[in-house]
């Protein structure tokens, strides 16, 4: 215990490694956190839900917050009804009986509209609850300058979802503009540059129904430009949730990985340097065939034939680093203490060769190795989002790597969807440099001379 | 300062004048025997890849398939098929399959097949493509292949050159201004290496092509190709721009770091205070004095870097749309054309190999224990 506070109070010298160790600190604890709030069935059940579950959700809508920068004010999404959900003053439900046969069932929706910038889509989610005759409803736009616009007369018969940009009728009756644009825009304005026209619409849905029983509930959704934090992809998916996943992934996988090869590098490296003779000469070679393994084709082939799971994928790669050239560091340092008299004495006490080996010598090498150890953390991180750039991320996971790779193949960059590329690159980008801000300084601490090697 | 590790040669040669000779046959020697291990090496390798590709049968079960599919197609176009019985025709298609097998070598036992493959790569006579072709409309792997190939070796060596030498004069330069401000910030810097240079490439886009527009999205020449040889060259430049500067980026702070640190350990040697006492100028004592001692490692250094290099490239190609071997293998990987992926790490392999080789013979020439022979035979 004193040799980590002694560390720790060599490390606090360094801003920088203070700096990391506070973002390394803040990953493992947001980590924590999202792997309680969200579990891991939910987290794969959302992300690979397909449209369904996100239908309320804009498509490639940025995060809210760009909203903060001056002169940007994007729209949000609107989601009003059925009545009884929301507030009274939004969604007001009447019913009223006609005759003995037609009963009048009125939504209407209200909301105020401040953006700048139009609304992505609209949609109307209607639902019916009938036994023979279908309600018939029909929907009217009040704009606030008191226009009134037909939008389309709809029987429902179950769920029935009317999207304002596919009415055709609806588009020439507004002089070809997309109903998007064309109803909430500012007649005053010029056609080439359409501006919303801010202040309280109103959608009327008039619903006729034949039964006295029958029923027609109406949930309005106006598609804005941003939401969430972090806005949301081609699938309209809530890209918090890949990015909160994606920490205790990449934690996980970069972690295990540094473990892994750098725990097996070493016991090859012991057992070579301790039995000597053919098996370490075997072992040399086998590290220079190893130098010229392609590794990241091989990685690939295997995402390719066998499996993309990030669990095969991180398997892989230790078997395929055992012998990484990291054997030829520690090989170094074990031939120097190999000569130490202790080992003498293990001997003479009768110790064998793997109690010396996994007892005596790694224990010795293994703060040297702490640095280079914590600095490959993140390059772990990034193959992983290399793995899934290729199209080879784990086919379940949400991952940053599959983020960019969505990103990357719908063309984020091309079209201006900035914060698609920029949210998952900043985070791999923070936590990269937190562990390398915190290895080296590990590095000037444990073995300033030892960089030579 | 232009070629400072350079006139490292005269300067060894005219103080042993007299073993030249033996120099030139111990550095022949030394790089025989390396040309046949590292040959050997290669060997393995792509035995081991091919091992992995194939791991329980899946690329005969791919080839199978393949030639079931294309059997059954052949048989619909068969005019004799309609008088044969059900039965007939079963017979008919499995003996038609069989002989394919038998063409392909796919009846004989896996450890021959494997030997038979293995000699096919080496030699990257790998058959034909299904789905691929060359741009010059060949569907033979190896034309796919080697056609790619100039492409990633132009931008992977200027990449290399670029970053060696700005490597090793600024770290030299460090190392001489140690704790300078231009020093703290390289060091400070260092970390950035984290990322892989796709993952820069992918900033570079954002920030130089689509927000700026200076520089293209990616690819090798503008399109239509210009017809002047120099407005090729030209546009192929202004196409490199990017993904050069991203692979560069990434790795020179490290590399700076590294050697930097190196070369500090070095300078506060006893034998450099001594020549330092001595008088001497700074440049003669930079290069006999720490260039010299220091150059192995540093090369050594360098072909690791090297091979993080050719593995990046597969990303960076795709990212950027470069038509090297990095992007056919991804494109081959995307669409499982089993041939074309073997095939391209069949390449990397003996890249990476042809590469240490080459790293081999810098290091027998400025390594001064194999110009010597070792410890013993030195003397003779």
Known sequence: MTAIRRTLAALSQYPSAVAGLAIIAAMVFFSIYTVIAIPYSEAVNLWRGGEGVWLENPRTAMPIWVNLFPGVNQPETIILGPAGETDVDSVRKTREIVSEEITDVITTFTFDFTADEFPQEISLFLRSEHEQKRPLVSLTWLTPDGREIRIADVTVEGPVTVRFSQEEKLERRLDGVRPEIGLFADPAASEDDPRPLKGTYQLVAAGLVFEDDADVDARLVVYGQVYGLAGTDHLRRDLTLALMWGMPVALAFGLMAAVGTSISTLIMAAIGVWFGGIVDATIQRITEVNLILPVLPILIMIGIFYSRSIWVMLGALIVLSVFSSGIKTSRAIFLQIKEDPYFEAARAYGAGNFRIIFLYLIPRIIPTLVPGFVVAIPSFVFVEATLAVLNLGDPLLPTWGKVLSDARVNDALYQGHYYWVLEPAALLLISGIGFAMVGFALDRVFNPRLREL | ?380
């Open chain 2, 1 to 380: 300062m232009t070629d400072a590790a350079l006139p490292l040669q005269p300067g060894a040669e005219s103080g042993e004048r007299q073993q030249t000779q033996s120099t030139l046959a111990r550095v022949v020697h030394y790089t025989g025997l390396r040309m046949v291990a590292l040959f050997v090496t290669v060997l393995i390798g792509v035995y081991l890849t091919i091992l992995i590709a194939n791991m329980g049968g899946h690329v005969d079960d791919i080839r199978r398939n393949y030639i079931r599919e294309q059997v059954a197609i052949s048989l619909g176009f068969d005019p004799d098929i309609k008088n044969m019985t059900a039965e007939e025709r079963r017979e008919h298609a499995e003996k038609l399959v069989a002989l394919q097998e038998k063409r392909m070598g796919l009846d004989q036992p896996f450890l021959l097949r494997s030997f038979r493959f293995l000699l096919g790569a080496m030699t990257l006579n790998l058959g034909w493509a299904d789905n691929m072709s060359s741009d010059s409309g060949s569907r033979q792997v190896r034309n796919i292949i080697l056609e790619r190939l100039p492409a990633t070796i132009l931008l992977f060596s200027t990449t290399f050159f670029l970053s060696f030498f700005v490597q090793l004069f600024v770290s030299l330069y460090l190392s001489r201004n140690y704790g300078s401000l231009i020093d703290r910030v390289i060091v400070a810097l260092a970390p950035t290496s984290a990322a892989p240079s796709w993952f820069y490439g992918l900033f570079f886009i954002l920030l130089f092509a689509a927000l700026l527009g200076w520089f293209p999205f990616g690819g090798l020449v503008s399109a239509p190709p210009p017809d002047t040889t120099t407005g090729y060259a030209l546009s192929v430049l202004n196409h490199m721009v990017l993904p050069v500067t991203a692979t560069f980026l990434s790795s020179i702070f490290l590399g700076i770091y590294g050697s930097r640190t190196f070369f500090l350990i070095f300078s506060n040697a006893d034998y450099v205070d001594m020549a330092r006492a001595k008088g001497l100028p700074d440049r003669v004592i930079e290069r006999r004095y720490i260039l010299r001692p220091t150059m192995p490692t540093i090369v050594t250094g360098l072909a690791l870097s090297i091979i993080g290099l050719w593995f990046g490239s597969i990303v960076l190609e795709t990212i950027f749309n470069w038509p090297g071997l990095g992007r056919l293998f991804y494109l081959a990987a995307n669409i499982f054309e089993t041939a074309v992926i073997v095939g391209s790490t069949v390449i990397y392999a003996y890249l990476l190999g042809i590469t240490v080789f080459f790293l081999d013979i810098v290091y027998a020439l400025i390594d001064p224990r194999v110009k010597v022979g070792g410890n013993s035979g030195g003397q003779s």
